[in-house]
């Protein structure tokens, strides 16, 4: 063929040439076949004039009108999922045993399919959209004995290019397709040997950018490999040790990200693998014990995954479908607890945080509960709950506890590793201890750090030191991290009833106090007092931020009253961390105008809102705003310069009595996943029920709208005291902890419950049967729908459908009866949801089943009155409806008939009552010339009873039993 062609010799020496080198540098195998099916596809797409692309499914229409088969105006409806099932069966396994399909739908909706054989046979077919079927023999391996077969997984390019990975004992092969052109004369399949000796049980594959290959594999060993093609060389990693479930999930979609979903039994995880680029991000989005090995798994149109899991023991089963909440805003805190920690009675709140203190990558719970009587009056106690992969748990597994009377053990708290081993310590301040004359009035106050370790948080402590006379030390502490850019973190503590006579009329209340980490203990820094007027320099402190980029920690002290006694002005006193630790005097102030107001009652960071690089921080001022005591919270972000304006960046008010906003309020981190770190807002509100709400940052900033995330009955207090930045349970997202008064006991009890951010929304179908396969996909639109195989029972396709309501609803329809029953399906769905199912019976020949998709279309007939009871329908002889109905709660019956004109709509008798449905009928009952006959129970006289009406007609006529 070659020798037919017009070229000079120059040309042919050089056409050889490539030849040779391209054949050269690619070590594949060469199958030749001729199938039309593979050839390149330049057909042109038919446009229409009359539906746009963006219009392109029925429910693109909903809640339009048409005319449509007799209905004027009639308004199209939103329900989807009214199917007619249909199905038919081609031999197309002669004298083969199949394993299941691989089945891949592109474009015009054309069928895909490769599968494998016992006999060591590896085929590819396509089946058009009118129904023709292609199929080739893309290569030939070694045979296997049907229960250890291998699959084939198949993945199609744009142009409808096949790509495959399969099995060849224990090697794994690719295979692709070369088409007719300047290099092959036909078209021909290439395959390749592309790893040995590695067993593989199950594959799946991808295509990325160039559709070069990204794909899986599980080996017998049960760990999970990624296996890839840079356009020039193969290469597999280990992704998970496993062993990992046969059923794995991949999917990547058109940001280039794969998305990989299995299953762990050992562990009763479900686990989710993103790769973007060289980035891994791994995932648990399940844990229970009980979970079965099966899992699907299909991308919406925002590229977010919704997976299905299954759950149960024997034959009672729950399958669980997860719904990515990625790039939601809304939704990302669970509001239902998944722990509840009960604390003590008749207590005030402490405070919360949390840290690794064993490092076993849980993070754990420390909660300070500083009036806590014990074996005393408020000696208080410290309690800590070791997280798990089901979070803490509910009996404290350490508790520390004052050793005095109004010692106030845990007043303050702070978790930060002070000695740089890697494990989260914690100290606590004890403002009362030894307080020898009752009251506070010779309190020195005393700091002790325990350290944390392998085995747990020690119950000895490692470090202390005591204050002064009568000053309190330990009333409040916080962890800066960096204060001198070493590694382990810095204490600051607050020595609270300090006092300093600076003139005869100034007098300075309250004073910090700095120790630096070590490895051997605390060393004592430096003190520092207030540079401005206010009631009591250190009432709240925050370090554990960068306030102008510098890398150090900076410190912010606030100087204000109490709930108690708010007179006097406020001030923030601002210190920026440097390589010697803090200076004396601050660098940075923000000074109040206005008294009584409590501006800096709380005082935090809140890391980074706007993503500027720089850490912004917030206060509250809970006496001011419009209302009495209302509240009001404020903040400023963070630049080079620390603070630039005396103005702050973000204010908002309650503006409602007592609600004191700015009571509290925590850091959140990046709730919503969007760059921007988040905070919660608490508020008492009357009745002090308490509210908690989520605002988020945002490239300019803090929003000015929020979610609502909890609320409480009066007196709950809920949210009062918070932790956040601490993740119990494992599962690579944060856990919120709110506190809340529980008033139905004796004597109010504080309980600790434990909210965890979310990426996934689950919905839940039980069934009985014990389950064989589970496949998932999604719509264009993101409607989800699933095919499930039970042993022993029907097929199932379940499918999210809409209703005209917000939520929708789940459509469970029996597509297999459990006689029809095997074990062999690939299942699909196109663009607009419609199901493709092919089965693999227990003959070896093919059953192909989809769904026929219908819209529905009404017309409001009568609208007067209360109609519809008891409805009948027929059709005629030319098409039209026939409607018989009661009006509810009389005793009337009521025909609609249509007719080429529209619908008449008349009285049949009154004075009787239907107890059940009346049958309609247009040629039934020896009905002539198409008239309408009604056959209905009265139920006044227990009778049966016949009504007719002549085509056209308007007057009826009735028939009794006896002469029936």
């Not at 309190?472 to 973190?489: E, F, H, K, V």
């Not at 910090?512 to 207030?530: C, E, H, M, P, W």
């Not at 902890?737 to 996934?760: A, K």
């Amino acid at each position: 063929m070659a020798a037919e062609r017009s070229v000079s010799f120059p040309t042919i020496a050089l056409t050889i040439m490539v030849l040779f080198l391209i054949q050269s540098m690619s070590p594949m195998a060469t199958h030749d076949l001729s199938m039309t099916a593979l050839d390149e596809h330049q057909d042109v797409l038919q446009t229409s004039a009359h539906v746009p692309f963006s219009s392109g499914y029925g429910h693109d229409f909903a809640g339009t009108q048409i005319d449509f088969d007799g209905l004027v105006q009639g308004v199209v409806r939103e329900e989807s999922g009214l199917n007619t099932w249909i199905e038919s069966s081609d031999s197309l396994f002669e004298n083969s045993t199949p394993g299941t399909p691989d089945l891949v739908l592109a474009r015009r909706e054309n069928v895909n399919l490769c599968w494998t054989t016992a006999e060591g046979e590896v085929h590819y077919a396509t089946q058009s959209s009118n129904g023709s079927w292609n199929d080739a023999l893309v290569d030939t391996v070694a045979p296997t004995p049907e229960a250890d077969l291998v699959d084939c997984s198949l993945a199609i390019g744009e142009n409808a290019r096949p790509y495959m990975m399969y099995a060849d004992g224990p090697d794994i092969k690719v295979a692709r397709v070369a088409y007719a052109g300047q290099v092959y004369f036909e078209t021909t399949w290439l395959t390749r040997t592309i790893v040995e000796d590695v067993n593989p049980t199950d594959f799946r594959l991808g295509l990325r950018q160039n559709e070069l290959e990204w794909g899986v594999f599980r080996d017998a060993n049960g760990s999970l490999w990624e296996i890839t093609f840079s356009g020039t060389r193969w290469s597999h990693a280990l992704l998970d040790s496993g062993p990992v479930s046969r059923d794995i999930e991949l999917a990547v979609d058109t940001n280039e990200v794969v998305h990989i979903a299995y299953v762990v039994p050992d562990e009763g995880e479900i686990r989710l693998i993103r790769v973007d680029g060289t980035t891994y991000d791994h995932r648990v989005l399940l844990r229970d014990s009980n979970v079965v090995p099966h899992i699907g798994m299909g991308l919406d149109g925002n590229n977010l995954e919704q997976i299905v899991t299954t759950v149960g023991q024997d034959n009672n089963i729950t399958l669980q479908l997860l719904r990515s909440l990625a790039g939601q805003e809304t939704g990302r805190i669970n509001p239902a607890p998944s722990t509840t920690i009960t604390g003590a009675q008749g207590i005030e709140e402490g405070s919360m945080k949390m840290g690794d203190l064993n490092g076993d990558g849980f993070d754990d719970l420390v909660i300070a509960e500083p009036e806590y009587d014990g074996d005393g009056l408020q000696r208080g106690r410290v309690l800590v709950h070791y997280g798990s992969t089901s979070g803490p748990a509910l009996d404290a597994d350490v508790t520390l506890a004052g050793e005095s009377d109004d010692a106030l053990f845990g007043h303050g708290l702070s978790v930060a590793d002070f000695n740089g081993d890697g494990y989260a310590d914690v100290a606590i301040g004890s403002p009362g201890w030894n307080d020898t004359e009752g009251n506070f009035t010779g309190a020195p106050g005393q700091v002790v750090v325990h350290l944390g370790s392998a085995s747990g948080l020690d119950n000895t402590s490692w470090w202390n030191t005591t204050g002064e006379d009568n000053t309190s030390l330990g009333w409040a502490l916080t962890a800066s991290q960096t204060m001198n850019g070493d590694s382990m973190a810095d204490l600051v503590a607050v020595a609270y009833r300090h006092t300093e006579q600076v003139t005869s009329t100034i007098q300075h209340n309250g004073k910090v106090i700095i120790y630096s980490g070590n490895t051997s203990g605390l060393d004592f820094a430096r003190n520092i007092t207030q540079s401005t007027d206010g009631p009591r320099f250190g009432q709240t402190i925050a370090a554990n931020g960068d306030l102008n980029g510098d890398g150090m920690s900076d410190l912010l002290v606030a100087n204000t009253g109490s709930f108690d006694n708010p007179l006097g002005y406020s001030a923030i006193e601002i210190f920026f961390g440097q390589s010697t630790g803090y200076n004396g005097t601050s660098d940075q102030i923000i000074q109040s105008n206005l008294q009584g107001k409590l501006l800096g009652w709380s005082l935090n960071y809140l890391g980074d809102v706007n993503a500027d690089g720089y850490d912004d921080f917030m206060f509250g001022e809970p006496f001011n705003g419009s209302g009495y005591r209302s509240g009001k919270i404020w903040a400023y972000y963070g630049t080079a310069g620390g603070i630039t304006s005396a103005e702050p960046d973000y204010a908002l008010e309650s503006g409602v009595a007592n609600a004191v906003l700015g009571r509290s309020f925590e850091p959140a981190g990046d709730v919503n996943e969007d760059g921007y770190d988040d905070v919660l807002i608490m508020q008492a509100n009357p009745g002090k029920s308490g509210q908690v709400e989520l605002i988020l940052g945002s490239s300019i900033g803090l929003r000015s709208d929020w979610e609502l995330l909890a609320t409480g009955q009066t007196g709950d207090n809920i949210g009062l005291i918070a932790a956040t930045h601490g993740d119990l349970d494992g599962d690579g997202l944060s856990e919120i902890v709110l506190s809340r008064r529980d008033t139905t006991t004796s004597s109010p009890t504080i309980v600790y419950q434990v909210h965890s951010e979310r990426d996934w929304e689950s919905s839940s179908f039980a069934y009985t049967s014990g389950l064989t396969q589970l496949d998932l996909s999604t719509s264009a639109r993101g409607e989800t729908s699933m095919f499930v195989t039970f042993v022993n029972n029907a097929s199932h396709f379940i499918e999210h459908v809409d209703d005209a309501t917000p939520a929708g609803v789940w459509s469970d329809t029996t597509v297999i009866e459990s006689s029809n029953q095997s074990s062999k399906y690939a299942f699909t769905t196109t663009a607009s949801g419609r199901p493709v199912i092919y089965q693999v019976d227990g003959e070896n020949s093919l059953t192909v089943r989809t769904a026929i998709g219908y819209t529905a279309v009404e017309q409001s007939i009568v609208s007067t009155g209360q109609f519809g009871e008891h409805l009948g329908m027929t059709l005629d002889a030319s098409g039209q409806q026939r409607l018989a109905f009661a009006s509810i709660g009389s005793d009337q019956l009521f025909t609609s008939i249509e007719s080429t004109a529209g619908w008449t709509t008349s009285l049949v008798r009154s004075q009787l009552v239907l107890d059940g449905p009346v049958s309609v009928m247009a040629q039934g009952l020896e009905s002539t010339n198409n008239e309408t006959v009604l056959v209905y129970r009265d139920a006044t006289n227990d009778s049966l009873q016949l009504a007719r009406q002549a085509d056209g007609g308007s007057t009826w006529t009735y028939a009794y039993p006896s002469s029936l």
